[in-house]
């Protein structure tokens, strides 16, 4: 606080204001700072010879403590050759407001930038998948290795050259399949085997080793066992593979822990095994195909997904001349949407939380029965229970059926008919919180969650915010940080709802968080009812109808984030190229909250037994399908 | 008192264990039996206790709305004019808004004046690669793909039967009327009638023509309007202006035809 006195006076720039901080860096810094003048883009370039130090300033002096997002893009062809890599960060303040975006750019044959783990240790994954999939290098990173892909991975696929194995065209649509549409099926034209590249100096005997060894490296082994032990039990030193198929990880994901005796030392988290390079599949894609995409990120919630995707397009939109805001009734639809799978992802990471304490399958089958009849309504409503593909750029695919109906088709078919605003207020009004009532009772004074939960994993509220910790995870070490109020959209203002925050930041923290956010939702939900009735009939798509269904979009950036059930979820999609807009995205990038949370995963453990981990992974609440993208 | 948190737990336990019999209790052997109506009471937000269903002896009905691999609709085969033809006409919509690119689709010419003619020649789904996003239904002008219901498709062997060609991948209109009455009836009015859009629109062509022929002195205005492609008029229209503009056009059908009949 006296900093940011201290800062008033020396200028006149009103750094509350995101234009005074921006003048405040161009003033403290003349040539290293500049703005980003670029159509359709904000915030400041940086020079990276300088990056660390801005960093700093922008860290300490100007009180941007929060990095939400860094990630790499790759402008060959579009921007000057010497300055065609780029690192887009995204900062925040954890008392809220918009984002401070910096920037800086590094030839693309020889991109080195310095490194901001020291600064910001939240970006630590975030370099490593940028070196992974880009092949920037980060001077000074501590650990810097691949991340989703494998060490012996030829190439770094997000670059604009590289081209995937069943390659057929840059852009969607390809021009094979109409009119003249030979059909044809993948691997016939590219059998199995054929469309691995090696690097020429690759010996293939070696294949094995070469991931393996750069996994285990900088795990302290080697290291003289007796001189550990102290004067208790002598114990020895194990490296213990958990994953990639332990059903405890929730999917196929790897914990490398070094333990001594039971107790944790080191832990590293290994992913990538679900890796499919959505956000090349994104490149290639129109702006619209991505968004089914979205919904196999974090397959549980996938209306926030789309949301947030929705969010991204329509800034860019907003950029161009002809745009209109998305209707009242389908942003109230969009509430009900993400509230509803708030409670679908809780209810489903709580049950998933107790079966990795023991309590084998009953309670989580107690939360799955009020689950399914949430599912129901988003198949009625969307057509998928889990894949809903339902928002879209300027409204929703859809306005709410009058009765969530069904239809005989198969044999022994039985039929159900509702009507829809009756099965909302149902279970709103009554079953969700007679279920809460009911799983509290049953659960929060239990001995043994208390026993287990309390005290573990904890979570210190400094390092959340310098790991970048978010949703439940931040909440639960007592930081009141959510973007639905930090940086509101949609409905949001005008709804009245708290931000449980836990106190200490242990597993138990995050039970409770996620328990008291649950019945957060039913309180927005039930002042979104009378909404629903209010608006009944009314338009839900932007400008009165359907959107085209290839959009051109406006060229520029933009950064849509939206407080998904696990955490900030954030879309970096750039528009670039022709100057009247473009029909794909030229950079496509998703800040996955369960990438993000993984790397405090570490800190987290230590010192704890080898059986908590298991809880500790359970309370963050990852997907592999949103971690590996 | 220590354990106290832990025999609170199994008071709810066994709650949950008493429930999963009441429906036993209440319904008995109805419960099992194939023409029920307590399936919506145990399956809805009143259900309490079992909430499974013993599939395939019973399933659960999917809803209007739900998507799976999609059909090419046909006309019906006791259709008067066309029985069996496409309401496809390969303008290729479909397949360019296909996110993983999985519909193939050839275009059918005149053998003589080489052509597109409005039809497709070929129309291929790889249902491996078809997410089921429904965005070739949501986005065709003509309704002429749509969405399935039917789920169980699983196969033996996955390299020769999971390419749909058209024979496959043709359904009746009428069973899209079946397995989705409320949307099927929106798009009809969406429309303006039960055929094809473009039957329509040759039948409204006709009768302007007619029209004209026989009263030459029309006001501008209305010809205007009649002119105008049906699809974009309907959006400005409200549900009752639709409902008169539809009955408007069924007078003009009804006297073309009774002037056709007397000539």
Redesign the interface.
């Known amino acids: 606080m006296t900093n940011e006195v201290s800062i008033e006076q020396q200028t006149q720039h009103d750094i509350q204001k995101l234009d005074g901080v921006v003048d405040y860096l161009i003033e403290k810094y003349p040539n290293i700072v500049t703005k980003d003048t670029r159509e359709g883009y904000s915030g400041v370039m940086i020079d990276r010879n300088h990056l660390v130090d801005v960093a700093t300033t922008m860290r300490d002096e100007l009180g941007y403590n929060y990095l939400s997002s860094a990630t790499a893009v790759d402008y060959v062809g579009v921007s000057e050759p010497d300055s065609d890599m780029e690192m887009v960060y995204h900062a925040y303040r954890i008392s809220g407001g918009g984002a401070l975006v910096f920037k800086t750019q590094a030839p693309r044959d020889n991109p080195v930038i310095p490194s901001l783990v020291d600064v910001y240790p939240a970006s630590d994954f975030q370099e490593r998948e940028a070196y992974d999939l880009y092949g920037i290098q980060f001077a000074g990173h501590p650990n810097l290795k691949r991340i989703l892909l494998w060490e012996g991975f030829h190439g770094h696929p997000m670059r604009k050259d590289w081209k995937e194995a069943y390659y057929?065209e840059e852009t969607?649509?390809?021009g094979?399949?109409?009119?003249?549409?030979?059909?044809h099926?993948s691997e016939e034209m590219n059998p199995y085997g054929k469309n691995v590249k090696y690097p020429d100096d690759f010996d293939l005997s070696r294949l094995r080793d070469i991931s393996e060894e750069s996994i285990y490296s900088g795990l302290g082994l080697g290291v003289d066992v007796q001189s550990l032990g102290g004067d208790g039990m002598k114990t020895d030193r194990l490296i213990v593979n958990m994953g990639p198929h332990h059903p405890s990880t929730h999917g196929v994901f790897r914990m490398v822990i070094t333990l001594n005796g039971e107790t944790i030392e080191t832990l590293e988290p290994v992913m990538g095994y679900l890796h499919r390079n959505h956000e090349k599949i994104g490149e290639r894609?129109t702006y619209?195909?991505?968004?089914?995409?979205t919904d196999r990120l974090d397959y549980l919630s996938s209306m926030g997904n789309n949301v947030g995707y929705a969010l991204a397009i329509e800034q860019l939109m907003a950029k161009g001349s002809r745009y209109t805001p998305v209707p009242y009734r389908a942003e109230v639809i969009r509430v009900l949407m993400m509230e509803l799978t708030r409670i679908v992802n809780h209810l489903w990471s709580i049950g998933f939380l107790l079966n990795d304490l023991g309590a084998f399958f009953?309670p989580m089958l107690?939360a799955n029965?009020e689950r399914?009849?949430i599912l129901?309504f988003f198949?009625?409503?969307?057509?998928?229970r889990l894949?809903c593909?339902y928002m879209r750029f300027g409204g929703i695919?859809?306005d709410l059926?009058?009765?969530?109906?069904?239809?005989?088709?198969?044999?022994?078919?039985?039929?159900?008919?509702?009507d829809t605003m009756e099965?909302l207020t149902?279970?709103i009004t009554?079953?969700l919180p007679r279920f809460l009532d009911?799983y509290e009772?049953?659960?929060?004074?239990?001995?043994?969650?208390?026993a287990r939960c309390i005290g573990v994993g904890v979570l210190p509220p400094d390092m959340a915010v310098a790991y970048g910790a978010v949703g439940p995870l931040l909440r639960g070490s007592g930081i009141g940080y959510d973007v639905r109020r930090a940086e509101p959209y949609s409905i949001y203002p005008e709804l009245d709802f708290d931000i449980p925050v836990g106190v200490q930041g242990d597993i138990y923290d995050r039970y409770t968080v996620r328990m008291r956010e649950m019945r957060e939702s039913l309180r927005i939900l039930r002042q979104i009812l009378p909404r629903l009735e209010a608006t009944k009939g009314q338009e839900v798509w932007a400008g009165?109808?359907?959107g085209a269904?290839?959009p051109r979009i406006p060229i520029g950036e933009s950064y849509g984030r939206v407080e998904n059930p696990k955490g900030e979820l954030g879309y970096y999609v750039v528009s670039a190229g022709d100057p009247k807009g473009t029909q794909n995205p030229w950079r496509y990038h998703v800040r996955a909250p369960s990438f993000t949370n993984l790397t405090a995963l570490g800190a987290m453990s230590k010192g704890h037994k080898v059986a908590d981990v298991v809880t500790i992974l359970g309370s963050i609440d990852i997907v592999l399908g949103e971690t590996d993208r | 008192m220590y354990g106290q948190g832990i025999f609170k737990g199994l008071v709810v336990t066994f709650k949950h264990l008493i429930n999963t019999y009441v429906d036993d209790l209440r319904y008995g052997w109805r419960k099992y039996s194939k023409d029920t109506d307590n399936f919506e009471t145990r399956q809805g937000p009143k259900s309490r206790g079992s909430f499974t269903v013993q599939y395939p002896d019973e399933k659960i009905a999917v809803p209007e709305r739900f998507r799976f691999v999609p059909f090419l609709v046909v006309e019906d085969d006791d259709h008067p004019d066309r029985p069996g033809h496409d309401w496809c006409t390969s303008c290729g919509i479909c397949a360019k808004v296909c996110p993983p690119q999985c519909i193939w689709i050839i275009r059918s010419e005149d053998p003589v004046t080489k052509r597109p003619v409005p039809e497709p020649e070929a129309f291929f789904i790889d249902i491996d690669i078809c997410m089921n996003c429904g965005y070739c239904a949501e986005f065709c002008p003509f309704d002429a793909i749509k969405m399935d219901h039917d789920y169980e498709m699983a196969s033996y062997d996955r390299t020769t039967t999971h390419i749909h060609d058209k024979e496959k991948l043709s359904k009746p209109f009428s069973y899209w009327k079946r397995i989705a009455p409320t949307t099927a009836y929106e798009e009809m009015e969406a429309r303006g009638g039960w055929e094809h859009i473009d039957v329509i629109k040759a039948k409204k062509k006709l009768a302007n023509a007619e029209a004209k022929k026989a009263a030459t002195p029309i006001p501008v205005a209305e010809a205007v309007a009649t002119d105008a492609p049906p699809v974009e008029v309907k959006e400005e229209l409200s549900a009752d202006e639709r409902k008169a503009k539809r009955e408007a056009a069924l007078a003009r059908k009804r006297t073309k035809e009774q002037g056709e009949g007397g000539e």
């Open positions: 057929e969607k649509p390809f094979s399949r109409w009119p003249g549409g030979q059909v099926r894609n619209l195909h991505n968004m089914p995409f009953t107690y029965n399914e009849k129901d198949e009625a409503v969307a057509g998928s894949m593909n695919f859809k059926p009058d009765r969530i109906k069904s239809v005989m088709n198969m044999v022994n078919d039985r039929i159900r008919d509702f099965y149902d279970i009554e079953r009911e009772y049953y659960l929060n004074q239990n001995e043994i969650i208390r009165g109808k359907q269904y290839s």
